[in-house]
């Protein structure tokens, strides 16, 4: 009887541990998905630039907010035109995004 007792014990361990291994996975997968490299990633595909709509939707800014940004005395946003559309490098919108959204006090 205390053999079949213990049996049950490891076995509700192992569904509580695989529980909080699931909950794990499934936090970081989260916390990856909240990374500017992510979503960038999800955006851009393969692509080296960022193009305005891509910027709009990462920083939650409407279209009148970007142009309003492309010529902010204080802090313009650093993209160049490209045929119909801005456009900067992913290098470039990560030092930005950083240096004014994250800056290291």
Same mark, same amino acid.
């Given at each position: 009887? *205390? ?9 509700? !361990? ?5 529980? %909080?291994?699931? &909950? /794990? ?26 193009? *305005? ?9 409407? !279209? ?5 940004? %492309?010529?902010? &005395? /204080? ?31």
């Amino acid at each position: 009887m *205390s053999l079949e007792l213990q049996e049950e014990f490891v076995q509700v !361990r192992r569904v509580d541990l695989s529980a %909080l291994i699931s &909950e /794990f996975k499934e936090l970081k997968e989260k916390i990856e998905a909240n990374t500017l490299d992510y979503q960038l990633d999800q955006l851009c595909g393969t692509s080296r630039m960022v193009s *305005s709509p891509v910027v709009c939707k990462i920083l939650g800014w409407s !279209r009148s907010t970007f142009n309003r940004r %492309l010529v902010d &005395e /204080f802090n313009p946003i650093p993209m160049t035109k490209d045929g119909r559309d801005w456009v900067m490098s992913r290098e470039v919108f990560t030092k930005y995004y950083n240096e004014t959204y994250n800056p290291q006090n």
